[in-house]
């Protein structure tokens, strides 16, 4: 098969050569497959393992904690993503396989695109299947329109959206990065502040700024874990739940009305770190 | 066919060529000489537009600022580093190359047949052996077809074994009609693939030209060791000192039972013929004739001394 050639313009085959190639290596990688199996064990929760198996909680309740899983998946999701991410670029270059890949006739926006297409689907993949196989315990056992199988889905996109975020953030922390060690403590940190320093901030916020609903807004939006979070809880069940997030956007924006700026929220949150990958690789000299 | 004209580089403050200018025709081998540092990677990266730079560059009459990526598909690069995904399988880190630059996946078959890597298709390049690897690493080399090769430090990595077949290859591309240039530190791997030699040392051009006039420009002569059977006194040393000037030698140095002389190729006979009436009694002898490593470090040295 010969590859039609063009020099203008971006060549879509260039970009589906470089995903092809990520989505192997990291079905491949030996660290992507220990992380996706404790991904789907963590997001299970073990805790509720041991109950199930002690009888203690039954098999049924699963789907009522559907957004509960699904909130830690978001999370434990987006360390996998910053880590196998961060790693990307500047594991090639320390290898040296970046040197003979830009020798190619190839362009750099062309590499972080098909980098970035390529492991959103692989980890997106990964995550949808342990997810899927950590909530296979409660089929059989409950009604399947309980189980809701809508919920699921939700809960993909969700994730799927959440993943593109921090997929471009970690390609940025890649591109700028000088060595892994940097690459993966950045990676972290971020990480690490999205999920747990940005919350504790919010609760202070909370606080001080009683009725300064605005402050509320910022903070949901300058967080893309919360973004999908919010995203995620209101696709499932958006009138029963005690995420302040969510009731502060029922309030703002009503139901319908905040999937439009949740979801573009999240697509600027895709794009910004992606422009920024791109403008960054092009100005590095490898 | 490659021009390059006024060439500048600098990483950040630290400037790594100056005005670096040199043209090599089509089909033509050419060496590229120099210490580490000297610039060597950099002037390749440069040529591929790869790295910013002041100055001109073309190749096959393109600007290789204005059209890089069109001047890569004529180039094939081979890096110093290994250039291998270890978690793919060999034929995928080869299909990934052969897709890159739009070649047909039965001369990806054929290329693994040539390369006697059928048996090992199958297995991921980080559980392959080291020359496995190197064999792996030619067959990806060995795909494209382009009219212009660049090596940097080809051998660094490679084993005796593969040594011998890169210099084969590089014997067969050029016999092709390629063009080659082969930056390398180490003088051994330039034997019998090309006379033509540019030698660079911090960022400047010190030598453009046939390694016999790099020779006879920096004026290496023959060393010849003698073993002695004793040692001698300060008077003998003097006497044979003397001797051997008047030979035409221009430097002996007595140590132990070790005579060693540099000389002119075409002076040996007389010098031998001087240390025999001296009386000297000679256990052994060893000669050694101008090498490219001497007249490379002489002409470092003196561009470092300016």
């Known amino acids: 098969m010969r590859v039609m050639k063009s020099d203008n313009g971006m060549l879509i085959s260039s970009i589906l050569i470089i995903a092809k190639k990520e989505i192997k290596d ?43 899983f699904l909130a830690y998946a978001i999370s434990l999701g987006g360390l996998i993503t910053v880590i196998v991410g961060s790693l990307s670029i500047v594991s090639e270059k320390e290898q040296g396989t970046l040197s003979y890949l830009l020798s190619q ?68 922390i890649s591109v700028v990065s000088g060595s892994k060690t940097m690459a993966i403590s950045l990676a972290l940190f971020i990480w690490l502040f999205f999920t747990t320093i940005y919350d504790s901030g919010f609760l202070g916020t909370m606080l001080i700024a009683a009725d300064e609903t605005q402050a509320y807004f910022y903070f949901i ?48 949150w895709v794009i ?14 490898y | ?135 792996l690493m030619l067959a990806i080399v060995g795909l494209t077809d382009t009219p212009i090769l660049l090596f940097d430090e080809p051998t660094s990595n490679l084993d005796f074994k593969s040594v011998l077949e890169f210099k084969e290859m590089i014997k067969e591309e050029s016999k092709n009609g390629k063009t080659i240039l082969l930056s390398t530190h180490l003088l051994s791997d330039i034997n019998d693939i090309s006379e033509k030699v540019i030698v660079i040392n911090n960022g400047k051009l010190v030598f453009k030209g046939n390694s016999k006039d790099l020779l006879k420009k920096t004026n290496v002569k023959t060393d010849i060791t003698l073993t002695i059977h004793e040692e001698l006194n300060s008077e ?5 000192k003397d001797l051997l000037h008047k030979a035409g030698v221009e430097n002996v140095s007595i140590k132990n039972e070790f005579l060693t002389i540099s000389t002119e190729t075409s002076r040996m006979i007389s010098v031998l013929k001087a240390t025999e009436e001296a009386g000297l009694k000679i256990k052994d002898f060893v000669i050694s004739e101008p090498s490219l490593e001497k007249a490379v470090l002489r002409i470092t040295n003196e561009s470092d001394e300016k």
Not at chain 1, 272 to 285: G, K, T, W
């Open chain 1, 105 to 172: 006739p190839i362009r750099k926006i062309e590499i972080i695109i098909g980098k970035f297409a390529g492991l959103l689907l692989a980890i997106s993949l990964m995550m949808s299947i342990g997810f899927g196989i950590a909530m296979l315990p409660s089929i059989g056992e409950a009604e399947i329109n309980s189980i809701g199988l809508e919920n699921f889905a939700y809960g993909v996109i969700a994730m799927f959206g959440s993943t593109a975020v921090i997929l471009g953030i970690s390609l940025a």
């Open chain 2, 236 to 240: 003998t040393k003097a006497k044979i």
């Open chain 2, 1 to 135: 066919m490659i021009e390059v004209e006024n060439l500048s580089k600098r990483y950040g403050k630290v400037k790594v060529i100056y005005d670096l200018s040199f043209k090599i025709e089509k089909g033509e081998v050419v060496v590229l000489l120099g210490p580490n540092g000297a610039g060597k990677s950099t002037l390749l990266k440069c040529i591929l537009g790869l790295v910013r730079y002041n100055g001109k560059i073309l190749v096959n009459g393109l600007d290789v600022k204005k059209k890089s990526r069109e001047i890569r598909r004529k180039i094939t690069y081979i890096p110093q580093q290994f250039i291998l995904y270890p978690n793919l399988t060999v034929e995928d880190n080869l299909k990934f190359y052969a897709e890159i630059r739009g070649i047909a996946h039965n001369t990806v078959n054929q290329i693994i047949e040539k390369s006697k890597l059928g048996h090992f298709a199958d297995k991921r390049a980080n559980e392959l052996s080291e020359g496995l690897r190197q064999r």
């Open chain 1, 221 to 268: 939006f300058l967080n893309p874990i919360e973004i999908s979070e919010v995203l995620m809880y209101m696709l499932l069940n958006p009138l029963f739940n005690s995420n302040l997030s969510v009731n502060f956007m029922i309030n703002f924006f009503g139901i319908g009305g905040s999937f439009v700026p949740l979801s573009l929220a999240i697509l600027v």
């Open chain 1, 26 to 68: 990291s079905i491949r990688n030996r660290w992507f497959l220990v992380l996706s199996g404790i991904f789907f064990m963590l997001i299970l929760q073990i805790p509720y393992m041991v109950l199930m198996l002690l009888g203690l909680f039954s098999y049924e309740n699963i789907p009522g904690k559907t957004g509960i």
């Open chain 1, 272 to 285: 910004v770190p992606l422009v920024f990958s791109v403008i960054e690789f092009y100005s590095r000299e």
